[in-house]
């Protein structure tokens, strides 16, 4: 299970199937997600971007 306490490169490298779910964010905000916050934490990395932690976790979960 992913969390808002895990970084990017901790879930990406555990779970590789997410990399469409961060490159379907970088469509829609207009940033590479990997690129710009890949040793920050999910929540911080929402934080930054603005982007709805409760749904960026539940569409990272429901690719496990």
Known sequence: MITKDMTILDIV???PE???????YDKTYSTCICCTSLF???????SMHK???VKLLSDLN???
Not at 18 to 24: L, N, P, R
Request: no cysteine; charged share 25%.
């Open 13 to 15: 490298n555990k779970y």
């Open 18 to 24: 997410t990399i469409d779910v961060f490159q379907a």
């Open 40 to 46: 920050e934490t999910l929540e911080n990395t929402a």
């Open 51 to 53: 982007l709805d932690l």
């Open 62 to 64: 429901k690719t496990l």
